[in-house]
């Protein structure tokens, strides 16, 4: 397959699907064998991230330089590390680490793939000291003690090409111009943040003429964004940005923002790549690993390639090659003929699915409009949907927000997510009633996928059945969630009119919907229980197990039997089951765990 090396300069793989919520764990530890790399660069990517650079760090990976790199104990001494490290810090990992990072970069360098290594800098163990962190960028001692690190990364890992470099998140943290920091209040992030990257890019480049530092702007607001880019050097940094200002999703890439960083950065000679899905796993959906929805990946990677001044593409979450993945083949046809047409590459994905083909490429349609469909901007905590609950709440709906201090929380990122942040006062009903919207007509298109899906099984190559099994599985998964989310917010409305409308003629019709919205639950909640049975047996996690080692649920699913009750409260006293379900109560006591976003 040729690769169209005028789009995408830069193309950036990794391997690995890394576990969101949980330290220290993998969903899939995907091989670094020179088999998955080939993969990937037949594939059309041409650079490989060395480390995961995950914030739970999945087993133990390299998420900081001072995972790998230790000074010398007279810098060490002159230069000292003042905040504790957040890896396993004992010499049997950190040698493991190293062996990790040297074996990956030089496999990438026989297959004539570059290199980059993700980090976070300054290292202050992300949020934890606030807005007045320790290690300050302003502190030239800090400067010159990751300059020194880098000297030795350099040295201690001569195929590492290039660097990306996090100054928010991934462990890494910056002084507020509003917080308590003596050398940095009162002075803006775009006066001091460009000469400590240009720092650390000319630490570098001392030791990599042909390399770059690639910063990630995460958490910024879109102001600063703009403020600091015009101050970075060209010849040594270049942006590695999400898709838009607030996260990286599917179905929203290539946002206002994202096309005025890139223009802002052309201007100035900046080369920029833009982090985006390139497969099916993500941290959108995960744990449910298996979903396909290709032409939302083609459409994003369309919008993306369209913005002025980008000039490269990159993998955010991770990629598993040798497993079928749609998403990522579609990734494949767009590098090799970026003006493929959708009915053109709808074609050519079928293709190995044989008789099944034609179908498989309506069922492809239907899940990427049950993709574009739903909320995925309601909240960050729609994210995850994976460890979201079928058996949701029976308080109120309540939208939760992200109470986390960040320049881009506090700010820009509400140009995407509609509960940016926590609200003190309960959802308007029009809000319950878009999402609750939105979700429904998602769960219709990936019920109709479902329907059309178990109809081409039979048909599908005995190769990739089991693969689609899988798929089938986690697309009911993801559509008895959205089906959730849908009836619990009608619910909480049904139950605001009721409450307030007590006399109302159409009361009678509002409770009887009220409960065929129970039966409903309950019907998808049997449902949720004999599929998680059916998950072993077809390789996927248990959504049960997952729940239990986070703290909510059981394992198996037990009954529901709160709904049972509700229901039977309903038929037997509409009044009583008023004053007991769907009221308002706490604000936001997540009760089903952080990503079911509407139980309190």
């Not at 000292?80 to 040297?102: G, I």
């Not at 992300?126 to 290690?135: A, F, L, T």
């Not at 429904?440 to 479902?450: K, T, V």
């Amino acid at each position: 397959m040729t690769t169209n090396l005028s789009l995408f300069q830069v193309r950036v793989g990794q391997l690995g699907n890394p576990n969101s919520g949980e330290p220290f764990k993998y969903w899939r530890v995907v091989p670094w064998t020179d088999a998955n790399l080939q993969r990937l660069k037949d594939a059309g990517f041409n650079t490989i991230q060395v480390n995961i650079a995950w914030g739970p760090r999945p087993d133990d990976e390299v998420l900081n330089l001072e995972d790998v790199v230790e000074l010398p104990p007279d810098l060490a001494a002159r230069y000292p590390q003042v905040v504790p490290l957040n890896c396993d810090p004992s010499a049997e990992r950190r040698a493991a680490r190293r062996q990790d990072v040297a074996e990956r970069s030089a496999a990438c360098h026989r297959l004539g793939l570059r290199t980059i290594f993700h980090f976070g800098a300054p290292y202050n163990n992300h949020m934890r000291y606030g807005d007045g962190p320790p290690n300050c960028i302003s502190d030239p001692d800090v400067l010159m003690r990751y300059q020194l690190l880098l000297d030795q990364f350099a040295a201690d890992f001569p195929e590492v090409d290039d660097i990306l470099v996090y100054t928010y998140d991934q462990d890494a943290w910056l002084c507020s111009e509003f917080g308590p920091c003596p050398r940095c209040l009162g002075k803006p992030l775009h006066e001091r943040l460009p000469q400590f990257l240009d720092g650390l890019a000319v630490a570098w480049q001392k030791h990599r003429p042909d390399g770059r530092l690639w910063w990630e702007p995460w958490e910024l607001s879109a102001g600063q964004v703009y403020a600091c880019v015009p101050r970075l050097p060209a010849s040594r940094l270049g942006l590695a940005i999400h898709c838009n200002v607030a996260e990286v999703m599917g179905a929203q890439p290539a946002d206002r923002w994202l096309k005025n960083t890139a223009a802002i950065a052309a201007d100035h000679g900046l080369p920029v790549v833009v982090e985006y899905w390139l497969s099916g796993p993500c941290e959108e959906q995960e744990p449910l690993l298996h979903l396909a929805h290709p032409l939302v990946t083609l459409r994003g990677l369309r919008a993306i390639a369209a913005a002025p001044g980008v000039t490269g593409i990159k993998e955010y979450y991770g990629l598993d090659p040798d497993r079928e993945d749609p998403n990522l083949r579609m990734t494949a046809l767009f590098l090799a003929n970026p003006n493929i047409t959708e009915a053109e590459a709808l074609t050519a994905l079928a293709a190995p699915y044989g008789a099944a083909g034609p179908g498989m490429q309506r069922f492809w349609q239907l899940t990427s409009r049950g993709m574009e469909l739903f909320p995925w901007d309601v909240t960050w905590y729609v994210r995850q949907i994976g460890r979201s609950r079928v058996d949701h709440a029976l308080s109120a709906a309540r939208i939760r927000g992200m109470p986390c201090r960040t320049p881009s929380w506090c700010s820009t990122r509400a140009t995407i997510f509609l509960r940016a942040y926590e609200f003190y006062t309960e959802d308007d009903p029009w809000l319950r009633e878009d999402i609750e919207l939105r979700a429904r007509l998602a769960a219709e298109a990936f019920a109709e996928a479902e329907a059309l899906g178990g109809q081409l099984l039979p048909q599908v190559p005995a190769a990739l059945r089991l693969s689609f099994e899988r798929t089938l599985l986690d697309l009911g998964r993801l559509r008895r969630r959205a089906q959730a989310y849908a009836l619990h917010l009608r619910e909480t409305n049904l139950a605001g009119m009721l409450a307030e409308y007590p006399q109302a003629a159409a009361r009678a019709d509002l409770l009887a919907e009220m409960r065929a919205c129970l039966v409903a639950d309950l019907a998808s909640y049997a449902e949720e229980r004999a599929a998680d049975d059916a998950a072993e047996g077809l390789g996927l996690f248990r959504l049960s197990i997952i729940a239990a080692r986070m703290g909510y649920g059981e394992s198996p699913l037990p009954p529901w039997t709160e709904a049972e009750e509700a229901l039977a409260l309903l038929d037997a006293d509409p009044d009583a089951f008023l004053q007991t379900y769907f009221q308002a109560g706490a604000m936001n006591t997540a009760s089903k765990g952080l990503h079911s976003m509407t139980s309190r």
